[in-house]
């Protein structure tokens, strides 16, 4: 499933082409994805003017000056293509592309700058979905999610609140969206590996009597802010099914310390272990035995 880097890389490739854009027409070629499209969703979007993306978790959502935001979630295997009239500058002739089997959703839009727009979302496995809703505060897909680990309320004390008395595991405790919003698998694996810190350890232990972080949470709450911009800066990872909104592949895999690399060796200097695997609340994890003991 994309991640926080992915869906960030998605946003940022599709804001240029619908930020200022009027939607002309929305086609559907089914009537639900993962859920069925809310029944007012192709007249919500319809004649309305696109605000400024924006990211929530693993959210993409499109703010319509009506007030009203679309969300869309990508997924196991969502992502959106982009068929414009005007690309990095350069006009050329629009000619509208036929539909390919799982393009589920196709928005045509006109923006000021880039003409005929058409965004076209596909999903082979339609795990993906997408919504309309009022108010992010009241957003039910909001509810009780913790803060963005790239924004200002995200800090080793929080963590240090949040992980007080907790005897779950430090890899379960981060996966919680309930702590900190849109961490998944793939960059908890790297930001504990990179921290050194045991996937098994209780997230308890990496806080102080007194409820402060310790040393090794300042670190992992740093960790987690460089390996995400890192992860960003290259353009999300490619596992499988991800692609950007141009249909380059991520290339941060390419970078991986941990994930995927079990039976391998560790890339720490005059570290003789292999990378091992373990499984976690069903979900793989990566990790150093020697390095994160």
């Given at each position: 499933m994309p991640?926080?880097?992915e869906v960030e890389t998605v946003k940022n490739g599709l804001a240029p082409f619908m930020e200022g854009a009027l939607i002309e027409?929305?086609?559907?070629?089914?009537?639900?994805l993962r859920f069925p499209f809310p029944e007012q969703f192709v007249?919500?979007?319809e004649g309305q003017t696109v605000g400024q993306l924006r990211r929530r978790a693993k959210y993409v959502i499109v703010p319509l000056l009506s007030a009203a935001n679309m969300?869309?979630?990508?997924g196991m295997s969502g992502s959106f293509k982009i068929n414009a009239e005007t690309v990095e500058g350069a006009a050329r002739k629009f000619v509208p592309q036929a539909p390919l089997k799982h393009d589920h959703v196709i928005i045509e839009l006109t923006h000021p700058d880039k003409g005929h727009v058409e965004v076209v979302y596909n999903d082979p496995r339609r795990f993906g979905y997408m919504d309309l809703f009022d108010n992010e505060a009241t957003c039910t897909h909001f509810k009780g999610m913790g803060p963005e680990p790239l924004g200002n309320q995200f800090s080793a004390h929080h963590l240090a609140e949040r992980f007080a008395n907790k005897r779950t595991s430090i890899k379960s405790a981060l996966l919680d969206q309930r702590n900190v919003a849109g961490l998944g698998n793939i960059y908890v694996c790297e930001a504990l590996?990179?921290?050194k810190i045991d996937p098994r350890a209780e997230a308890q232990s990496l806080v102080k009597s007194s409820g402060v972080p310790t040393s090794k949470l300042d670190v992992l709450a740093t960790t987690i802010v460089s390996v995400l911009k890192e992860a960003i800066e290259a353009g999300g990872s490619?596992?499988?099914d991800f692609k950007h909104a141009d249909g380059e592949l991520g290339y941060f895999q390419h970078r991986f310390k941990t994930y995927g690399r079990e039976g391998e060796p560790c890339v720490t200097k005059d570290c003789q272990a292999k990378v091992e695997r373990?499984?976690?609340s069903g979900r793989s994890t990566f990790y150093c035995p020697n390095c994160q003991s």
């Open positions: 991640e926080l880097p027409k929305v086609v559907l070629n089914r009537e639900n007249s919500s979007l969300l869309a979630h990508l590996f990179i921290a490619t596992l499988k373990i499984t976690q």
